[in-house]
């Protein structure tokens, strides 16, 4: 899908659900590039509304680029940390959007530290 530029637009959410108003995604592994987000914006993401709006998708993938990441690229989990969440998904979630939220928690915690 085309990317979604975040600094150009206040619901980052709405905007999001806005990608998903397409024919063409029905058992589609969809990657929805995100720009220009920082990590508030992207933490505060509804993802059960952006999960409603990606019913059809067999698979949806957030890719966020952070503007506001530490210096070393976009933050992400150790591959380790991700296969440990991948386990210990909640019944009812997206294992993707799981594993999103908890990268961006640990951005987040990693930039209040000064890390």
Not at 88 to 109: D, H, M, N
Request: hydrophobic share 45%; aromatic share 4%; net charge negative.
């Amino acid at each position: 899908l085309p990317a979604v530029d975040a600094s150009q637009t206040e619901n980052l959410t709405e905007a999001l659900v806005a990608a998903a108003q397409r024919d063409d995604l029905s058992g589609a592994i969809v990657k929805l590039p995100i720009r220009s987000v920082t990590v508030q914006a992207y933490g505060a993401i509804d993802h059960r509304q952006v999960s409603a709006a990606f019913k059809d998708p067999l698979h949806l993938e957030l890719d966020p680029t952070f503007a506001d990441a530490v210096t070393g690229g976009s933050p992400a989990a150790p591959q380790d940390l991700r296969d440990f969440l991948s386990r210990r998904v909640p019944r009812g979630v997206e294992s993707s959007e799981f594993i999103a939220r908890a990268e961006a928690c640990v951005t987040r915690a990693a930039e209040e530290i000064g890390a």
